[in-house]
Structures are given as C-alpha cells and as structure tokens.
C-alpha cells in the first residue's frame, strides 16, 4: 500500500492521541479509522496505531483560537500526548501525507515545540496531523522514513 492509498483510508479517521519518543525518534498516533474505511477486518474497535520512524523533524503549532488574535501556546515534547488528547477524537484534515515543512511564522509567530535531529536518515517523507474545534487548532509536522500500522491490539496490519 503506498502513501495515496493510505491517505484515502485515513480519510475522516479522527486524532485521539500524537506521541513522540525521542530516544527510538518513533511518532506513535492513535487513529479511529471512519466506518466502512480500510482494507483491514477491524471488528467494532476502529483504532488503529500509526507509526513513523525515524523522526529526524517535529514542529508542531498550538493556537487558541477563540481569542483574537488567536493566542500561541507551547508546549514539551511530553505533553503533546495531553496536547492531542484534549481535541476529543477530533476528525483529521487532509492531506495527511506529502506537506512540504511550514516555514517559520506560517503557523502562527513562532512553532510551539520544535525538534530535529542531526542524524543523516528520517527525511523522504512529511504526515501533517491538523484538527481543530471550537476552541483552538493543533497543527502537528514530522519528517520519516518509514512507517506501520497496527490494530488495536498491537497485531501489525501494514510495515
């Protein structure tokens, strides 16, 4: 399965949590794929882990919005679990894959938590997690290699 097709599974899929560990530099998402969507038998449980590795860059962009002019907030690379959380499963918005990087000022003043990695690997490919609600957006970018998925129960669908 390549990226595109992917793309079309995780269409409507909703965030309910972005993990970064920096050590292993591993993006772990927590997805609750749409009903009907995937090529995998996932039963009443949609969930579905995204991994990304090697994570050689992370800039991500936390705005209140319900204040004007809309209010940057940061944040640790520890909280962007709490972070992604606080969104409630909120629906994805395309694209996932392929953004080019946001330049500095694009997402607001300044990136709420940014990280990189001097290491040569972890740059052929981008996944943008975006969502929004009421109250504020998150915006989420990471440069990777590679990636897997997997249910709900750890069993390995695609890598």
Known sequence: MDLSDLEEVLDQARLWGAELDPRFRV???TLELAAGSGPWELGADRRIQLLCFPVSTILASLRRTSVVPPEQVTFTTEQLVDV??????AVLEPPIFGRPQPAPGEWGPAFSLQGSSSAPDGRLRTITLAVADAEARLEVFARFDALEVRDAQGEELLG
């Open 84 to 89: 992604t959380a606080g969104f409630g499963g």
């Open 27 to 29: 993006l772990a998402t």
